[in-house]
């Protein structure tokens, strides 16, 4: 249906970016982009290789799941995006990727510690992961568990999802969202980048500090703050 | 001969995928595909440098290891492609390479533990590492041993091949195989990846957990099992 | 304004060397090049991507840090290259990037140790870490202490910035400097290999020794002193 | 001079797949190739850019290290280069690179073990480093020297030339040398990745045994023993 063509090329164009920043291999990671008016998204079709997408084959989904437009099954994580837009009435985009260093700190069970200025330019919290899923939720209706438990997890650590706007979810791998598909894209690799320098950090110095609230502070709000003065606007 | 020509150029093909995958450095490596009904399988030509292959060069050998047709010697790992195809009949592929971190979990004689849902995207068991092999095999006809190698440990662990499609053969490197081509190489590079992350997560934290069982069955059979709901068929 | 097109051609082409080395992922980096008989530098927008500079949106500023060409808002650390200029007379041009290895050392709190010739070729010493900010530098005007943390360590050290053309800052990351934009861009990637190679020798030689300093100045001599013989001049 | 003209094309074209391989950064490296008949090598010259190399640029030195013919002047490492011709008459071309882990093993003062059938493939040898060089070399002729520690350290450890063609200067980097320029660049691009798993191998298990010596022996005959059946030869 036509007034689908927008976001289906949208999401098309985003998930092509995952393979170009190293973020994917073969079919590991899906985005979504949000039509808030409509109240659906689109979202990568499963297990098609990124080389054999098209805009057109782009899934449209209600926010309950439900399918509403498209040739092919949603990406296998559909559900989970579902609930991160129910939920989270600020976001247009989700990204979940497999990406190396990002999934192997959610093998690890383990929040990324904030060790320098490049995490606190995107976030003053530790990257926070999500505990494995319990047996129930994980036997039940689990991609749409696996959605709760990132909400869950967010609020039970007290951080907002327009501040905090990237998670792991233990033993599985990254999400990412954002207002936008390119800001979600941005936020998965930027991520992964913070993963990988948080692994060598703590190589390089067993035991490094965690970053200084001052300069927590100082970098967020440069970027993010009612002063700030990072960027153009 | 012309009834070999779809398989020469199916090697050929899947050969050529490995260097993209960044599999292989210069020569090591090696991709063969059988031809069921012929009885043959066709390999990749020894110590030719993947910018000199072309279709015509694949040497073609029945599952005894016996040449049948090509102008080439064949890689002087056949007689293992050709145990693994002689004994394991549901097999299409043969893929082996010396890739980075695969190669290093061989070296170190260990099996590749099951962390995340990456890896249970695929199998349900830690990759399997046989045992460096016993002297006399090493003296004796060394591939065609590599071959019953790979076998007896497989059965020895109680794994399928059909369930179990990649191996590590210790202080040598990876095996991997399935029904297709595409699906012996896409293996191939999965177990890379698996090894990587494995590898990270190790360094992340020492003594991480394996995955816990639930998440195990619940990833690897909402891919492969009945009511699998992974893809598109 | 015509009297600025040729550095702010040379910066563009500068800071497009970023990407294509490998040093920054987004717009995590900024390139400046000076006019010392204009007494101006010209730098990188602010928080725009690589694909979308030009060299007519790099910014023109002083030395004490003020736009004095330029449509655009100018890198947030402008001033910490404000102060370089201002303090040291002899340098041309200024990198700043977050590149992974060096910006891990910086978040480390650690100088970067001095355990081969390919350091030696560089520079003579360890690669210094400042001490990451004080608070009232960090909450006062803060880019600016940046720079004069960066000059007050370097003196403390006993280091000229002459012979020793790279710093880290730390918690932070990487800055890098020379008579050229070239040179200045050729140390940044420089100091990020140095930063690779000296994380893989500690992990592959807890303990690894300093280099001897006899090869110290023997490679550096043979660079830079009197009676150098590398290169064509 | 025209007779020369056939080696300058060939040193140019080896040096040239430095890069390519992704084992130089800058002008971290050279490839020297000899011609035996006229008693001379062709080198890069010192300090220039791969990119702006041509053929004609190479310089022509004999076996002492007097350049014969060029309008540049040499490598700094050409005496070392001329040494192994002069001392090693079977060897073609001598490669020198910084590359990554080789240099950081070099950097460590230790062997490189053989962990498995892929050093095997090649050598039956730890890769060998030689101690960092003694102060009377360093301050006399050090490129000089650097050719008879190689030279020497070979002696001692028992190694032939002719079958271990790769070897670590301690604190320095690596050398590889071959019958043929391609054989020499290929030598250290295994060396390199010998390197890196060798390192991969003892973070995943500490303490990992060397490769047994039936695995060593039949993996290296059957490349390069009497009987060997590896190859189009």
């Given at each position: 249906m036509?007034?689908?063509?927008?976001?289906?090329k949208?999401?098309?164009?985003?998930?092509?970016?995952?393979?170009?920043?190293?973020?994917?291999?073969?079919?590991?990671?899906?985005?979504?982009?949000?039509d808030?008016?409509?109240?659906?998204?689109?979202?990568?079709?499963?297990?098609?290789p990124?080389?054999?997408?098209?805009p057109?084959?782009?899934v449209?989904?209600?926010?309950?799941?439900?399918?509403?437009?498209?040739?092919m099954?949603?990406?296998?994580?559909?559900?989970?995006?579902a609930v991160?837009?129910?939920?989270w009435?600020?976001?247009?985009?989700?990204?979940?990727?497999?990406?190396?260093?990002?999934?192997?700190?959610?093998?690890s069970?383990?929040?990324?510690?904030?060790?320098?200025?490049?995490?606190a330019?995107?976030?003053?919290?530790?990257?926070?992961?999500?505990?494995?899923?319990?047996?129930?939720?994980?036997?039940?209706?689990?991609?749409?568990e696996?959605?709760?438990?990132?909400?869950?997890?967010?609020?039970?650590?007290?951080?907002?999802?327009?501040?905090?706007?990237?998670?792991?979810?233990?033993?599985?791998?990254?999400?990412?969202?954002?207002?936008?598909?390119?800001?979600?894209?941005?936020?998965?690799?930027?991520?992964?980048e913070?993963?990988?320098?948080?692994?060598?950090?703590?190589?390089?110095?067993?035991?490094?500090?965690?970053?200084?609230e001052?300069?927590?502070?100082?970098?967020?709000?440069?970027?993010?703050?009612?002063?700030?003065?990072?960027?153009?606007?």
């Open positions: 036509e007034k689908y063509t927008e976001i289906r949208a999401a098309y164009d985003a998930n092509m970016q995952l393979p170009k920043l190293g973020l994917v291999l073969f079919t590991f990671g899906n985005v979504s982009i949000a808030r008016k409509l109240g659906v998204f689109a979202i990568k079709p499963s297990g098609v990124y080389e054999a997408l098209t057109d084959s782009m449209v989904v209600d926010f309950k799941g439900k399918t509403i437009d498209g040739k099954r949603p990406s296998s994580d559909t559900l989970t995006h991160l837009y129910d939920k009435e600020g976001i247009g985009a989700v990204v979940h990727t497999h990406s190396t260093f990002a999934t192997s700190w959610a093998q069970l383990r929040d990324i510690p904030i060790y320098g200025t490049t995490h330019d995107h976030l003053t919290a530790d990257i926070p992961c999500a505990p494995a899923m319990e047996d129930n939720m994980i036997q039940g209706n689990y991609e749409f696996t959605g709760n438990q990132i909400i869950n997890y967010m609020k039970w650590k007290g951080l907002k999802y327009e501040e905090v706007e990237m998670i792991l979810v233990g033993s599985h791998g990254p999400f990412a969202w954002g207002k936008t598909a390119e800001k979600a894209v941005y936020n998965s690799a930027v991520l992964e913070l993963a990988k320098m948080a692994f060598l950090t703590e190589k390089i110095k067993p035991g490094a500090p965690r970053l200084k001052s300069l927590i502070r100082k970098h967020y709000e440069r970027k993010h703050g009612p002063g700030s003065y990072y960027g153009q606007q």
